[in-house]
């Protein structure tokens, strides 16, 4: 981008993609908040006869549309350094797991890694969200990737120093998630600015994409750097990476938030915000069901054994195989911007995860249960699409930094209660049982949203309401 360009880009940084930018009077809040509202409705769609959405093939329709990072520069630019750094991020996980496990030769000090990454992503989640709808989004990222950047070096830094001290490693993981949760609403938050709403759900497949990309490739490739060179590789590798994000947050325009400023934003203030609207209430709810009930993941090492009589290996399939799901129903996600009954979509997504789920504890072969477990991925992808896309224009955007905020809560927290729940059941029962019975669940809590809020069925994008 030239600097002309870049200069316009700032001044029209505060209107939504497509909208006319215009003189901004001093006391123009409320008409900067009109102009946003015009702009979405009028880019949402794309309408059923929309010739660009009609004209390809069906074959071409089916693929990922790719029109967000064709069409827009600044959101290419950060999907393809989330992209980068996504990949780098989970090559530094496993170099940690790796460094813990070679220090301590113990899985109990190996499994406090994820209690050490929790907490900060609770508490900073939160507090992040808040920030995110007070402050400059783009200066927000800029902080979050440096700091993750940072911590990456420190890491290569003690790596190659020897220093073998396993309380360092979780400090740094404690303060990576900590810059993480700071950072990732304000990320989310950009995006309805950098695509015109019509745009969003093939915005959101696409950063599900690189997501799932990160979590296939990512641990693959720590794990060969680090057999051939050690973990300072996979860290010094990361560090590189954040430079992708780095120039792409540094590219972007201001992103303050719009709307009415009234003092701090308030965390409870985004929790009453959520009690109040019940389409976005329903649709964290249909994802809480679906990662309490519904995620088996504690339980692989002993399905592992007593399904199939594997060993770690299989225990590695029955992890990958979800996001390998995850990442093809990302690919084949052309569908999903003619979708206009958004509800009625998350709930059968679920739906499927939930059916999928118990499928996988019924039938004891191995790779019908990695097919399965792929579909839920599948179906999760599906899922996750349109709730980001629900919560990105139902929701005001002075607002959408806290229920991002609120969101990765769900995310960190959710399956860590299914943990929980999948570990009590299989205790008091067997394995099968607990994986059969969660996916039940998870069918009868979608069932019982849709009876309480029928309205979330009809749920139309084109009318967004919260």
Not at 196 to 214: E, I, R
Not at 328 to 345: E, K, M, N, T, Y
Request: glycine share 10%; with cysteine; charged share 10%.
């Amino acid at each position: 981008m030239s600097n002309d360009q870049h200069s316009s880009s700032a001044a029209s940084a505060d209107t939504a993609p497509g909208a006319s930018a215009g003189p901004d009077p001093a006391d123009g809040r409320a008409a900067a908040d009109t102009a946003l509202t015009e702009a979405v409705t009028a880019t949402a769609g794309p309408l059923p006869d929309d010739p660009v959405a009609t004209a390809a093939p069906w074959y071409r329709r089916a693929f990922a549309d790719l029109s967000p990072l064709r069409d827009h520069a600044d959101y290419r630019r950060v999907w393809l350094g989330q992209a980068v750094s996504s990949i780098g991020q989970q090559m530094t996980a496993v170099a940690v797991s790796v460094q813990v496990y070679d220090l301590t030769g113990s899985a109990f000090a190996t499994g406090l890694v994820g209690i050490f990454s929790l907490v900060p992503l609770v508490v900073f989640g939160l507090y992040g969200g808040a920030i995110a709808d007070t402050v400059d989004r783009r200066r927000l990222g800029l902080i979050g990737s440096g700091g993750l950047a940072a911590v990456s070096a420190v890491l290569a830094a003690q790596a190659f120093a020897g220093l073998g001290l396993v309380a360092v490693l979780y400090a740094a993981v404690a303060v990576q998630a900590g810059f993480f949760a700071l950072s990732s609403p304000a990320r989310s938050a950009m995006i309805p600015r950098l695509v015109p709403t019509h745009q969003l759900p093939a915005a959101n497949a696409l950063n599900t994409v690189s997501m799932n990309l990160g979590l296939t490739v990512g641990p693959m490739l720590g794990g060969v750097l680090i057999g051939a060179y050690g973990a300072q590789a996979a860290y010094l590798l990361d560090t590189v990476a954040f430079t992708g994000t780095l120039y792409a947050m540094w590219r972007l325009p201001a992103m303050r938030p719009l709307g009415e400023r009234k003092g701090r934003a308030s965390v409870l203030d985004g929790l009453r915000f959520l009690r109040e609207q019940p389409n976005l209430r329903t649709s964290f709810l249909a994802d809480l069901a679906a990662m309490v009930f519904g995620m088996p993941r504690a339980l692989f090492p002993a399905i592992a054994v007593t399904f199939y009589g594997g060993d770690a290996g299989t225990v590695g399939l029955l992890v990958s195989a979800p996001a390998v799901g995850a990442l093809i129903g990302a690919l084949f996600s052309g569908w999903v911007g003619r979708v206009h009954r958004q509800g009625i979509a998350v709930l059968a997504a679920v739906a499927a995860w939930g059916l999928a789920i118990a499928a996988f504890g019924a039938l004891h072969n191995l790779w019908l249960g990695l097919l399965f477990l792929a579909v839920a991925g599948c179906a999760d992808t599906v899922s996750m699409i349109f709730r980001n896309t629900m919560m990105q224009v139902a929701a005001p955007d002075e607002m959408r930094g806290r229920l991002q905020g609120i969101f990765i809560v769900v995310v960190a927290g959710g399956p860590r209660l299914g943990d929980f729940e999948s570990g009590t059941v299989a205790a008091l029962t067997n394995p099968a049982t607990s994986v059969i019975s969660g996916g039940l669940a998870c069918v009868a809590a979608v069932l019982l949203l849709a009876a309480r809020r029928p309205a979330f069925l009809t749920y139309d994008a084109r009318h967004p309401t919260p």
